[in-house]
């Protein structure tokens, strides 16, 4: 069933229910109107019943029987009874009455009481006049309040048909009103594909669920276009970094095969091979490892590892690379308790983030002094690597973290542009920050900060 069809259904179905309701409450309120009215009108014929029974002045009896008839509206059928009460439990019984014993004993036991058999009621009270009980009975039918429910009846069912006939329309408009902004989105929406994502929904005015479908669907496209042109520019850049040592090698190759040659000619030529192919081997290397972050980051958390031994992890594998490095890892500032260092950790991957981060500082200022600063508390870890090197001009800072992306001044040294992409993935996998603040021809500050609170939420979820 479509949406419009239900919401029609859904608001004829809710109509239905309350009035049926409303009609409900309104016959059982003038029910028990019409009954408290009429009860009132016999309870007056029974205190003029008593009036009358008790007075021995044929005067005053008169008066009574006059007011009883000229002074009050004449009830349907109406008969009065006067019983002597003889006892607690006992009294003159008249044959005429064919009342239920419990009637009796209700006015015997409270004082008064009242039944109603087929638009009939009976009203009993008790009198008491010189130290004698009477039991008065006044009955009448009350034909008006059967008519005027037979009535009410009437104009409730017709009343709610034609409400309910009303409904249905009004459903229609509801369901239309709901349904058609809805309906034009998904006309929208289905214009647009990977061909033209810059096409975007028209506007809408207002501040109702709408208008936020249609703003939360633009930031969504705006999104997607954003990571297919992200893709877009990886796929090339990829393939041209992956195609330039593949060429090399297929060159070098054919020229070797082209004829004989001398030994430290093919030695050369095995030699250009292997530095192209290793050049390749550790793009590979990296793409892998730039895929392998996009993964959920709370299922990379296996281990709990301390950030100095890390960091001197780091440098050990740095002293590798660069025999002649000037890193110096500063650790005076760090907390005597064990556990304010400790973080829970995919431990490869962050000691790879941070060997990136301290590569490209070496790296980048031609072998200078690199300094790097570890502190912590109970609130946070913060690792900051500081160098004097070439520095990041301000334009190029919005697409550090773009893979292949490498600035001017960067692209006349080795490298993929695939470090620092990496670090960041992998820092923010850890629920971490990173900051770099550069000046060009003074050098780079990198601040990674890992707060507490963010790790222990992320170890709760893994």
């Known amino acids: 069933m479509q949406i419009r069809k239900k919401i029609t259904v859904t608001y004829i179905a809710l109509s239905c229910f309350s009035t049926l309701l409303l009609s409900a409450v309104i016959f059982f309120l003038f029910k028990q109107n019409n009954e408290y009215y009429f009860l009132k009108r016999l309870q007056d014929r029974a205190k003029i019943a008593s009036s009358i029974y008790y007075q021995n002045d044929p005067l005053k009896t008169r008066y009574f029987q006059e007011f009883k008839k000229e002074g009050l509206e004449e009830l349907v059928e109406e008969k009065d009874y ?4 003889n006892g607690e439990n006992t009294f003159e019984y008249n044959t005429d009455l064919h009342l239920p014993p419990d009637f009796y004993a209700e006015i015997m036991k ?31 039918k009350d034909r008006r309040g059967n008519t005027s429910a037979i009535y009410i009846v009437q104009i409730l ?34 214009r647009i594909s990977a061909s033209n994502l810059h096409n975007r929904l028209p506007d809408v005015e207002g501040n109702d669920e709408i208008s936020d479908l249609t703003k939360t669907f633009n930031d969504m496209l705006d999104r997607l276009e954003t990571s297919f042109e992200i893709q877009a520019n990886f796929i090339n850049n990829a393939s041209h970094e992956l195609k330039t040592p593949i060429t090399t090698i297929i060159a070098e190759t054919e020229i070797m ?35 392998q972050t996009g993964y959920d980051g709370t299922k990379q958390v296996l281990d709990v590892a301390r950030m100095d031994e890390l960091l001197l992890e780091a440098k050990a594998s ?17 907390p005597e308790d064990e556990s304010l260092l400790t973080i829970p950790c995919n431990r490869p991957l962050l000691e790879l983030a941070l060997n990136n981060i ?27 690597i500081t160098d004097i090197g070439i520095g990041i001009p301000p334009e190029d800072i919005p697409y550090l973290y773009e893979p292949f992306f490498r600035g001017k001044i960067a692209s006349k040294y080795n490298g993929y542009g695939l470090g620092l992409p990496l670090a960041m993935k992998i820092i923010r996998m850890h629920n971490g920050e990173l900051q770099i603040q550069s000046e060009t021809g003074k050098g780079t500050v990198v601040n990674i900060t890992f707060h507490k609170n963010n790790i222990r939420n992320s170890n709760l979820k893994s």
């Not at 109603?116 to 010189?130: A, C, N, T, V």
């Not at 192209?276 to 793409?287: F, I, R, V, W």
């Not at 740095?318 to 760090?334: C, Q, S």
């Open 82 to 85: 006067v019983l002597k009460v």
């Open 358 to 384: 301290i590569s490209n500082g070496v790296k980048y200022s031609d072998n200078d002094e690199v300094f790097v600063t570890l502190s912590a508390d109970k609130s946070k870890i913060k690792i900051a």
């Open 157 to 190: 069912v017709f009343g709610g048909m034609g409400f309910l006939i009303l409904a249905y329309f009004f459903g229609r408009f509801l369901a239309r009103r709901v349904i058609d902004p809805m309906a034009r989105i998904t006309k929208d929406v289905k």
């Open 257 to 291: 095969l082209l004829k004989e040659r001398e030994v430290e000619e093919y030695v050369n030529s095995l030699e250009n091979i292997n530095r192209q192919a290793s050049k390749l081997g550790n793009l590979t290397e990296s793409l892998l490892k730039l895929t």
């Open 318 to 334: 740095i002293d590798t690379l660069f025999p002649d490095n000037r890193v110096n890892i500063k650790l005076h500032n760090i």
């Open 110 to 140: 409270t004082g008064s009481s009242w039944i109603e058999e087929d638009y009939r009621y009976y009203y009993g009270q008790i009198f008491k006049e010189s130290g004698q009980k009477y039991m008065v009975i006044v009955t009448a």
